[in-house]
Structures are given as structure tokens and as C-alpha cells.
């Protein structure tokens, strides 16, 4: 279980394109952090820089107590803007195969779909899901292992009222669990409503005040 994921003067560089300067930001478990800013601010590289999909081209990010890459994996969960589902599987084959990565079986992935207002069209292949379904599914795999690392990329994108209000409902429960989240979201409302604090990306800086 991760007490915080720290990142430490975290510098990436695309080509000639200076994503990131020089970060340094704390994220504490236990806690909802909203990443905000304008496009192009660095906010889904530092994303994928904590959730080890992006190498810093310097600086370090710690997740104590653990120290490998691949402890960190076991622990993170990840909803990014677009769902990445496999789209000739169904809905629960998409969260059993991601169960299985991690250890876990069959009465795992039944949960994580309930929880997340699924079952009702998890049999069907995600080619013929919805935007809102593709993405409760997504957020069923990501939570399939209980992770204490939840990584959220615009995770409203596509979902109705009623869908919002399940993902608002499960971010709150991680919270509680004592997870670490870090969330990216242009929604105020959202952010209003489940943030405990904000941290904003300027240009590749963390804008501070």
C-alpha cells in the first residue's frame, strides 16, 4: 500500500518539445488530487510518468515504501481518456483478462462490474458498447486488483448524469481506502466536488498559489 507518490524536479523532453520543467509535487494517499491546466500543460505526461508508462528524461518519482517498477504496476489502476479496451471481447472478458494479470478470479471481476454499474452490458462485445459503457468497463479493470494507486485521465469523458455520479460515488470509496489518486479533469464540477486539492500545470511548471 503506498503512503504517497513523490515526484522530484521530473524533467521530459519530446524531441524539441519541452513537456515538463523541472516538476516537484507530492501526491498523499488518502487524498484526490486534480490535475488542471490548459492544453499542452503536461498534464497526462506527468500521468504517465507516475504510472511508469513515461520515463522522465530527468528528475526521479518515489512511491515509498515500494521500489521497483514492477511493484508499482501491481498497485496502479489507470482510466485514461480513451478507454483501450479490447473491442472484439466482451465487457467481462476485457476485466477477467486484467484480473488474471494480477491474481485475480472470477469473483473479483463480478464485484468490480457491480460496483461500477456494469452488468448489464458486460456480455456484449465493446465494439458495440457505448462511449459511457466502454468507459464503466475500463474503470471496473482498473479497480479489479484494488489498487492504491488510481490514475484518472478525464474520467467523465462520454459518461451520462447517472454514470458520473458512479464514478464520483467510487473515487470517494478509494479515497477512504486510503489510495492515492491523482486525477486529470477540465470538469469544475467534478473537481469541486471530489478534490481535496489542485495542483496546476503552466507550461510545463507547476503554477504555484
Known amino acids: 500500500m503506498l503512503t504517497s507518490v513523490e515526484v522530484q524536479g521530473v524533467t521530459r523532453v519530446f524531441g524539441s518539445t519541452l513537456a515538463l520543467r523541472g516538476v516537484t509535487v507530492s501526491f498523499p494517499a488518502g487524498a484526490v488530487t486534480v490535475l488542471e491546466g ?11 510518468i507516475i504510472g511508469t508508462l513515461i520515463q522522465p528524461t530527468s528528475g526521479q518519482v ?12 501491481r498497485e496502479l489502476g489507470w ?5 483501450h479496451c479490447y473491442r472484439e471481447l466482451t465487457g ?4 477477467t483478462l486484467a484480473a488474471g494479470l494480477h491474481g485475480c478470479g472470477a469473483s473479483e471481476v463480478q464485484a468490480s462490474l457491480e460496483r461500477v454499474g456494469a452488468t448489464g ?3 456484449r462485445p465493446v465494439s458495440t458498447l457505448s462511449r459511457g459503457q466502454r468507459q464503466r468497463v475500463a474503470l471496473a479493470r482498473a479497480l479489479v486488483h484494488a ?3 488510481l490514475l484518472l ?5 462520454g ?13 470517494m470509496e478509494e479515497r477512504a481506502r486510503g489510495s492515492v489518486v491523482v486525477m486529470v479533469s477540465h470538469s469544475r464540477g467534478i473537481a469541486s466536488r471530489i478534490g481535496d486539492r489542485v495542483v496546476r500545470l503552466e507550461a510545463g511548471r507547476v503554477k504555484e498559489g
Open 153 to 157: 485521465d478525464e474520467p467523465s469523458s
Open 159 to 171: 459518461l451520462d448524469v447517472a454514470s458520473v455520479e458512479r464514478l464520483i460515488e467510487v473515487v
Open 121 to 123: 452490458f458486460c456480455e
Open 147 to 149: 489498487p492504491s494507486l
Open 62 to 73: 518515489h512511491y515509498p515504501p515500494l521500489k521497483e517498477a514492477a511493484e508499482v504496476r
Open 79 to 83: 482510466l485514461g481518456h480513451d478507454s
Open 92 to 95: 467481462r472478458e476485457n476485466v
Open 38 to 48: 490548459p492544453n499542452g500543460a503536461g498534464k497526462s505526461t506527468l500521468l504517465g
